[in-house]
């Protein structure tokens, strides 16, 4: 949301993360009420442009500016990496709109108007790719990214087993597993002089320190159980064996959420089609009238001749 409200969005980050989501919406609602003042005079397309390419450059700004914004994926839990993935289709989708608006507007000057829904005909190959979509979107809902981690000190190995769209199976010493706690984020990781891997990632925004609790009873994360557990186990009173199974539903909802919506765009576009229509009354030619003839001019009577 900060990139996409960029740069309404710079003042408002010393605040909150719920300021930086009113960036957006703020930035888009000036940008469209400014390219609409602007199509009167029939430069819509001209400023509208200029100010999308500035947007876009101060993205490019932000993304070399702020280090959170090239973090490796690995490092971010999969709830944010999902949110980002819809923000990024709303976004694209979002400027696909507006390139295709901003010309319109300009013809509103000349007695054109926006494009409004109207019932066409019916595309079969769109409606069956939408119901696909559809079907696929209630499949990738149901299916989940479990994460299963069993280490057994007898072995001397933990065994990673990763479950959702494919498995993968690894095993690591124990002496490489990893568990650092940490404000804002703790993580668990595969620390080995050769790689560094981080399995899961927990958000701790609780900075308090309470009597008789754990360190990892303050992060707000599904995640915190499996870090408590495997922190127990690597240290010197720990159980024999450690088996957690940690269970993430973003992935799968965020490919639900996308195939949700390009299902129903499919299926509405595959019944309703958007036409221009114009101000201007459009005047008919006048039907061909049959040429007028002169009135014949009245002959003389004839009189008959009288006999002398």
């Known amino acids: 949301m900060f990139m996409a409200g960029f740069p309404v969005s710079l003042p408002l980050c010393g605040f909150d993360a719920y300021f930086i989501g009113l960036s957006a919406p703020l930035l888009w609602t000036a940008f469209g009420a400014v390219v609409s003042f602007m199509a009167a005079s029939g430069r819509a397309a001209r400023v509208g442009a200029r100010l999308l390419l ?36 709303v976004y694209a989708a979002g400027q696909i709109a507006w390139w295709r608006a901003i010309p319109l507007l300009d013809r509103l000057g000349e ?9 066409g005909s019916l595309r079969l190959a769109r409606l069956g790719a939408g119901v696909l979509a559809l079907t696929f979107a209630f499949v990738a809902l149901a299916e989940h990214e479990t994460l299963i981690l069993t280490c057994r000190r007898a072995a001397g190995e933990c065994e990673i087993v990763r479950q959702g769209w494919r498995r993968s199976t690894h095993r690591v010493p124990i002496e490489e ?25 927990v958000g701790c925004t609780d900075r308090k320190t309470g009597t008789g609790r754990g360190p990892f009873s303050r992060c707000e994360s599904r995640g915190g159980h499996i870090l408590a557990a495997t922190s127990e186990f690597l240290g010197r009173n720990g159980a024999a064996e450690l088996h957690v199974v940690d ?53 003389p009577p004839v009189y008959p001749r009288r006999s002398r």
Not at 64 to 77: G, I
Not at 111 to 119: E, I, M, V
Request: proline fraction near 13%; charged fraction near 15%.
């Open 54 to 89: 500035i947007h876009y450059i101060g993205i490019l700004v932000g993304l070399l500016a702020v280090p959170w914004a090239v973090e490796s994926s690995a490092h971010v839990p999969a709830k944010s990496v999902a949110a980002a993935a819809l923000v990024l289709f």
């Open 111 to 119: 007695g054109a108007s926006l494009p409004r829904p109207a019932r």
């Open 177 to 201: 597993i990893t568990v650092s706690f940490g404000v804002p984020r703790s993580r668990l990781e595969i620390a080995s002089p050769t790689r560094r891997e981080t399995l899961i990632g």
């Open 247 to 299: 269970e993430d539903p973003w992935p799968s909802r965020a490919a639900a959420a996308f195939l949700a919506a390009l299902g129903l765009w499919l299926v509405l576009s595959a019944f309703v089609t958007l036409r221009a229509r114009s101000f201007l009354p459009r005047y008919r030619p006048a039907a061909p009238r049959p040429p007028v003839y002169p009135p014949t001019a009245p002959r």
